[in-house]
């Protein structure tokens, strides 16, 4: 029998599959000035300043805008804006009529992809909470 290794984040730092509440979250820095980037930064691109801390972005957001990228595959990116201020850019887990502006969506674990070892490799997305009007 074997264990298939546990799945982990492509990248560290950019998002955590299980945050404290048990959801998905992105993870920004926010500065001792209020600003919030994403992703998470050493430095504060509104001041300069390096009192920052490194915050789970709000699970649900709205989508401010949207597009599909090119190709033979069709993606639906999304701006979504999240009440803490962020505004962050992703996959959204829905084809194209079925997305619309001002849309709740909630920020979910995909994989993506596996490492040398086999452990499944994932990234964030944006799920739709509601259905397009």
Partial sequence: MSVEPAAKPMVEGIFTP?????LAHLL????ACGAVAFPARERCAACSGTDLVVEEVP????????????????RVVAQVQFANGLMAQGHVTAEP??????????????????????????SYAFEPVEEAA
């Fill in 59 to 74: 699970n649900e957001g709205t989508i401010y805008s949207w597009t599909t990228s090119p190709g033979r595959t069709v």
């Fill in 18 to 22: 299980a945050g404290s509440d048990g």
């Fill in 97 to 122: 009529a079925a997305v619309r502006i001002g849309q709740r969506v909630r920020t979910v674990a995909v994989p993506v992809d596996y490492a040398d070892d086999g452990t499944p490799l994932l």
């Fill in 28 to 31: 920004c820095s926010r500065c």
